[in-house]
């Protein structure tokens, strides 16, 4: 069977560190670039009745953004060149061989991790929500009123390494391949840029479906920054729907938004 493999040895820290940085780093600039060059450069004015703060966001709002998604993807790698050191310690469970657990466990790991954090997500989420903590961690994300791509990972130091946190608290607890976790990656900065993007591309039907109650939608976390609360959820909406989180017009705003 064909095995994809990594090297045994894990090199140097500062070499860890820098090549997922930049790894990061290239995805955040991917993905956010096409969103930014698809729904504010190519087709603004044909998708602006999608807009679902009508508003554009500033030049100078958008240049925040990036100057402080590129802190962070600094302190990505930071935490995870951490993480590493300790897979080198034998603390953590990142295996790098997919025969030693199949090929099934490395897609299922992958599902497995976004449940996993989508829980992590949306308690952190709250509890930087707190007015004693609000300031120091989560202050700089909601400086975005009117967010645009460039904020999908535009946090302070503090709530940036919150949200790297994902990384160590799952190589600790369960069995994950580098390969599954990049993958997971990927899906994670998809969905994050797209839910900053500020344009609501679901169908209207969406809310009237058990999709629209399980998959969360960019009218959500937009009208999170809009509102500063309620919709702390990030993949799924669930939790805010057991937790009674849901800002009381999220369905109200979302029909308004598809019905332009």
Same mark, same amino acid.
């Given at each position: 069977?064909?095995?994809?493999?990594?090297?045994?040895?894990?090199?140097?820290?500062?070499?860890?560190?820098?090549?997922?940085?930049?790894?990061?780093?290239?995805?955040?600039?991917?993905?956010?670039?096409?969103?930014?060059?698809?729904?504010?450069?190519?087709?603004?004015?044909?998708?602006?009745?999608?807009?679902?703060?009508?508003?554009?966001?500033?030049?100078?709002?958008?240049?925040?953004?990036?100057?402080?998604?590129?802190?962070?993807?600094?302190?990505?790698?930071?935490?995870?060149?951490?993480?590493?050191?300790?897979?080198?310690?034998?603390?953590?469970?990142?295996?790098?061989?997919?025969? @030693?657990?199949?090929? =099934?466990? /490395?897609?299922?790991?992958?599902?497995?991790? $976004?449940?996993? *954090? #989508?829980?992590?997500?949306?308690?952190?989420?709250?509890?930087?929500?707190?007015?004693?903590?609000?300031?120091?961690?989560?202050?700089?994300?909601?400086?975005?009123?009117?967010?645009?791509?460039?904020?999908?990972?535009?946090?302070?130091?503090?709530?940036?390494?919150?949200?790297?946190?994902?990384?160590?608290?799952?190589?600790?607890?369960?069995?994950?391949?580098?390969?599954?976790?990049?993958?997971?990656?990927?899906?994670?900065?998809?969905?994050?840029?797209?839910?900053?993007?500020?344009?609501?591309?679901?169908?209207?039907?969406?809310? @009237?479906?058990?999709? =629209?109650? /399980?998959?969360?939608?960019?009218?959500?976390? $937009?009208?999170? *920054? #809009?509102?500063?609360?309620?919709?702390?959820?990030?993949?799924?909406?669930?939790?805010?729907?057991?937790?009674?989180?849901?800002?009381?017009?999220?369905?109200?705003?979302?029909?308004?938004?598809?019905?332009?």
């Amino acid at each position: 069977m064909f095995a994809l493999s990594f090297p045994k040895e894990i090199p140097s820290f500062g070499k860890t560190m820098t090549f997922i940085a930049l790894n990061d780093l290239s995805h955040y600039l991917l993905f956010a670039g096409i969103a930014w060059l698809l729904g504010y450069v190519l087709f603004r004015g044909w998708w602006h009745n999608r807009k679902i703060i009508q508003e554009m966001p500033s030049g100078a709002d958008m240049r925040r953004e990036a100057m402080w998604s590129a802190l962070t993807v600094v302190i990505y790698g930071l935490v995870g060149g951490s993480t590493l050191a300790l897979k080198k310690l034998g603390w953590t469970q990142i295996y790098t061989k997919v025969d @030693d657990y199949g090929w =099934g466990w /490395f897609w299922g790991s992958i599902v497995v991790v $976004i449940f996993v *954090h #989508d829980a992590y997500f949306y308690w952190t989420h709250r509890l930087i929500h707190h007015p004693k903590l609000f300031r120091f961690f989560h202050g700089v994300h909601h400086e975005s009123h009117n967010p645009s791509p460039w904020a999908a990972y535009c946090f302070s130091p503090g709530e940036a390494v919150i949200q790297a946190g994902i990384f160590p608290l799952v190589a600790l607890t369960m069995p994950i391949h580098p390969g599954a976790f990049g993958l997971f990656m990927l899906w994670q900065i998809t969905f994050n840029v797209a839910g900053h993007t500020g344009y609501e591309f679901h169908a209207k039907w969406l809310m @009237d479906s058990w999709l =629209g109650k /399980f998959l969360n939608t960019p009218t959500n976390h $937009i009208q999170h *920054h #809009d509102s500063f609360k309620g919709n702390y959820g990030l993949y799924f909406n669930y939790w805010d729907r057991w937790m009674g989180t849901n800002h009381p017009d999220y369905e109200k705003r979302f029909r308004e938004v598809t019905s332009r």
